[in-house]
């Protein structure tokens, strides 16, 4: 190892660290020189929404220590922004291996700096955190999870006082914050007693109760949710604690939980990775639904911000919805049934990312209501819920990677009101005679056939870098005149935050903050996607193309047809 790791490591075996912690790094440097060097040589990020990393002992490692400096950094920074005001943080956890730890070693840390917490008894979603944060009416909030990432994994989602995760200028001035935190002795780890409360089902009962006001329930979709078969799974994950008793409150009396993945568990047994947006993670819960001919599988990633669904197509197979069409489901069933009830204004208005499908701006344009877009990353639509909060009514907002949120009383995913309104959709479905494989075609003969797909290419190391930064320079210098023979119409260059039309020259400014991402749209309604990866050598491309489909019996040849197209224009980006 070099001087520098050398130093690193003797600063953790020297310093005011626990004897345990001493134990596992002279540990580590006995048995893996490897694994040492990748744990001590730089420090875990404390990024734009927090933490995330690998646990285990090292600087570059989530443990007891880099999460110490995160909440002291995070304290001090609060203190900063609301001198002389008493503080109020809310504070849960997910299934993860040492989640409930990282949440006591939080609350010790706040309530050292003289915070009050509301820490949740026991696991809890991510939505339910940022519920908390607006209910307690907490200065900040924080969620111990890593998301839908590998068993090893953990992580320290930071929130603001809208419920929200963390948008400029808080998120840069929390890392800096955060960064000026240079030592163990820094950190004030003993917990005042008198500053944590432990909270629970009395958080419990009001979001649930706020989640069932979203229903649009009638006699008819009340009979049929009484009927229809729905499987559902957490994948060992918080979901368990309040989607089966969101289903009871909404009427739904035939669901079937996958026994082998409802417990909590960090290890994550019968998946190789808890993501629902993977097929093979579903693998139990379609074992299931075939036995009992379910009309509808949900699934929830292990903090149940995420959802993934699966509806029976025409062969009677479970197709896998992607996060496109969740997106366009939800959202057609907001404002179908808004209309519907009398109850859809001029002032009413969803949102969507930029690299999502452009089909939502044709469904909002036909319901009169407004459709913003903004970057990816769902704090981007939190933060437009908070810019028109009391002037414009938000509807509902998603994203492509299986986020969706209705209702503004969360400001971050909500996977469960999102499984509460996707079951509601079937039964509604079905009490008109019909499924939501053959509603979602609907839409599709009605907006257009859009299909989409993702391609991420990851380069090695330092070149790496280099190479996908000249790739967007390229793309920016000499943009494609035409992608697989068709002409580029219009040009999107979110960082120089110009739109311009390649038929007349005219160019308009974007009103979004700067982003690395490049979109180009074609003249048969295509659009790609360009955006690299700000921490590492990688780039991802969106391909969007979309059809007219005359008739849902001709699905199977357009969904060829555009499969070709997606293949055609991946071929142009690889050449």
Known sequence: MDNIINERVNVWLNGNYDQNTIEEVLKLMKTNERETIDAFYKDLEFGTGGLRGIMGVGTNRMNKYTVGFATQGFANYLKQQFPGKPLKVAIAFDSRNNSKF?????????????????????????????????????????????????????????????????????????????????????????????????????????????????????????????????????????????????????????????????????DFPTVASPNPEEKTALEFAIRKAKEIDADLILATDPDADRIAAAVKNFEGDYLLLNGNQTLILLTYYLLYQRKANKKITNTDFVIKTIVSTELIHKMAKEYGVQCFDVLTGFKYIAEVIREYEGKLNYIGGGEESFGYLAGDFVRDKDAISACCLFAEMAADAVANGSNLFIELLKIYQQYGYYKED?????????????????????????????????????????????????????????????????????????????????????????????????????????????TERIEKIKRYFLK
Request: proline share 5%; aromatic share 10%.
């Open 454 to 562: 993702l391609l991420s290419i990851t380069k090695k190391g330092k070149e790496g870098l280099e190479e996908i930064k000249q790739m967007m320079v390229n793309y920016r210098n000499n943009p494609p005149k035409e992608i697989n023979e068709k002409k580029v119409v219009c040009i999107k260059d979110y960082l120089l935050k110009v739109t311009k039309d390649c038929v007349t020259g005219k160019t308009d400014s974007i009103d979004l903050p700067n982003s690395d991402v490049l979109q180009f749209f074609t003249e048969d309604g295509s659009k790609i996607s360009v955006r690299p990866s700000g921490t590492e050598p990688k780039i991802k491309y969106y391909f969007a193309v979309c059809s007219e489909l005359k008739n849902i019996q001709e699905v199977k040849n357009i969904e060829l047809e555009l």
């Open 102 to 266: 990282f949440a006591e070693i939080t609350a010790d840390v706040f309530s050292a700096n003289n915070i009050y917490c509301y820490l949740f008894e026991e696991l809890r979603p991510t939505p339910e955190l940022s519920f908390a944060v607006r209910e307690l009416q907490c200065d900040a909030g924080v969620m111990i999870t890593a998301s839908h990432n590998p068993k090893e994994y953990n992580g320290y989602k930071a929130y603001w006082n809208d419920g929200a995760q963390l948008v400029p200028p808080h998120d840069i001035n929390v890392i800096d914050a955060v960064t000026q935190i240079s030592s163990v002795d820094e950190v004030k780890w003993d917990r005042n007693l008198n500053l944590v409360q432990i909270i629970g089902e009395e958080i419990d009962i009001l979001y649930l109760k706020r989640v069932h006001s979203l229903s649009f329930a009638n006699k008819n979709i009340e009979n049929a949710a009484k009927k229809i078969k729905i499987v559902y799974t957490p994948l060992h994950g918080t979901g368990i604690t309040m989607v089966p008793k969101a289903f009871k409150m909404w009427g739904f009396e035939n669901f079937h939980l996958v026994e082998e993945q409802s417990m909590p568990n960090g």
